[in-house]
Structure formats: C-alpha cells, structure tokens
Nanobody, 115 residues
Framework: QVQLVESGGGLVQAGGSLILSCAAS??????MSWFRRAPGKERELVAS????????NYADSVKDRFTISRDNAKNKVYLQMNSLKPEDTAVYYC??????????WGQGTQVTVST
C-alpha cells in the first residue's frame, strides 16, 4: 500500500522560508511532484523531479524561489521554499507517479504566509 506523508508546513511571514518533506512508502516512483491548492483556485503543479534528480520542472510563479529535491535512499522528496509570498498560501500536496496526473497523493500540509 502506497503512502505519502507530508510534513513541514506552517505559518511564516512573507520573505521567510519553509522546507516541506514527503516520506513515501510502499513503492518507488520515477516522478515525484508537489502540487498546491489555494482557496478558491484550481490545483496547481508547483514542481516535479525525476528519479535521478537531473530533470526538474517548476511553475513560473515559483521559479528561482522554490527548489525540489529527493533522497532515493530514504524515499523522500523535499520542497525548499524561499522568499515566500502571501500568494503562496495553500495546501501543499506530495504526489507520486504520472506528471500532471499522479497515481498517488498525500493528505496535504497547510502553508500560510502572512504579510
């Protein structure tokens, strides 16, 4: 049974940083991703990474501020978020497999950026 468990969300002031972690169990996946859903908005692909880490993809809104990485030995994926803005406030979800249509989802972790 595949499980994805996110951690690291919380409340941070604008300009601050957070690191989200996702621990995967029950399987390994070539593509791992982070999505987010802000109140009243569609779910958005934030970043994705392939198995080797040599290929990453970012939403334009987070380029140069967020960094996705993974540790395959630990079966974990991370999202380093810097220079956070109030518009980054959302529930962030870890996802495994598929790109834009992942096979598995975590339960989500809330990130709130205050002004």
């Amino acid at each position: 049974q595949v499980q994805l468990v996110e951690s690291g969300g919380g409340l941070v002031q604008a300009g601050g940083s957070l690191i989200l972690s996702c621990a995967a169990s029950g399987g390994t996946f070539n593509t791992m991703s982070w999505f987010r859903r802000a109140p009243g908005k569609e779910r958005e692909l934030v970043a994705s990474i392939n198995w080797s880490g040599g290929r990453t993809n970012y939403a334009d809104s987070v380029k140069d501020r967020f960094t996705i990485s993974r540790d395959n030995a630990k079966n974990k994926v991370y999202l380093q978020m810097n220079s956070l803005k109030p518009e980054d406030t959302a529930v962030y979800y870890c996802a495994a497999g598929g790109g834009y249509a992942p096979d598995y989802w975590g339960q989500g972790t809330q990130v709130t950026v205050s002004t």
